[in-house]
T-cell receptor, first 113, second 113 residues
Framework: KNQVEQSPQSLIILEGKNCTLQ??????????LRWYKQDTGRGPVSLTI?????NTKSNGRYTATLDADTKQSSLHITASQLSDSASYIC????????????FGAGTQVVVTP | GAVVSQHPSRVICKSGTSVKIECRSL??????MFWYRQFPKQSLMLMATSNEGSKATYEQGVEKDKFLINHASLTLSTLTVTSAHPEDSSFYICSARSTETQYFGPGTRLLVL
């Protein structure tokens, strides 16, 4: 069973609207949680990385939250743009800070005009 | 930010031939690099961990004699797919670990005919 579950699998939003992606994990012990953006046919690009003690982190229009007690994270995209169309992957690192990465299956976001 | 490059970006080869993919960290030294494989609409799957100057560590189910990894310097790791078959067609992504985080390459699309 995958230790990192993402929802929804995909979503379509209108340009300019906001959306929130969810990530639940069971990885233990926990080190950090990262959100990556992967454009089609490209490698993942880091958006945020949060450790146990961090509840929220922003990167431009992307804001990630983390609740280490409930083992949940979200990624909020504000005022979406067409260039936000991509797969967003939640990645959890266990053990030490360089523990093995556990990848979620990703949420495919399509922003339409 | 740190950049990881891969070469080639895409390759088409005949069944039975070998293909070499290069992964370079361009502005930092990486003692550890990782090789992933990604099938369509699936998440990244770790194949092996490449350690500079020592043998690679392969994940369960990955044939080390088929996927040869060499990490001869702190900025270069290579993955050679030997005797490639159509089922090896996939998107291969490398990543390199810096002191801050893990950076992913842009990926190599391999198509075996």
């Amino acid at each position: 069973k995958n230790q990192v579950e993402q929802s929804p699998q995909s979503l379509i939003i209108l340009e300019g609207k906001n959306c929130t992606l969810q990530c639940n994990y069971t990885v233990s012990p926990f080190s950090n949680l990262r959100w990556y953006k992967q454009d089609t046919g490209r490698g993942p690009v880091s958006l945020t990385i949060m450790t146990f003690s961090e509840n929220t982190k922003s990167n431009g229009r992307y804001t990630a939250t983390l609740d280490a007690d409930t083992k949940q994270s979200s990624l909020h995209i504000t005022a979406s743009q067409l260039s936000d169309s991509a797969s967003y992957i939640c990645v959890v690192s266990g053990g030490d800070s360089w523990g093995k990465l556990q990848f979620g299956a990703g949420t495919q976001v399509v922003v339409t005009p | 930010g740190a950049v990881v490059s891969q070469h080639p970006s895409r390759v088409i080869c005949k069944s039975g031939t070998s293909v070499k993919i290069e992964c370079r960290s361009l502005d930092f030294q990486a003692t550890t690099m990782f090789w992933y494989r990604q099938f369509p609409k699936q998440s990244l799957m770790l194949m092996a961990t490449s350690n500079e100057g020592s043998k690679a560590t392969y994940e369960q189910g990955v044939e080390k004699d088929k996927f040869l990894i060499n990490h001869a310097s702190l900025t270069l790791s290579t993955l050679t797919v030997t005797s490639a078959h159509p089922e090896d067609s996939s998107f291969y992504i490398c990543s390199a670990r810096s002191t801050e985080t893990q950076y992913f390459g842009p990926g190599t699309r391999l198509l075996v005919l």
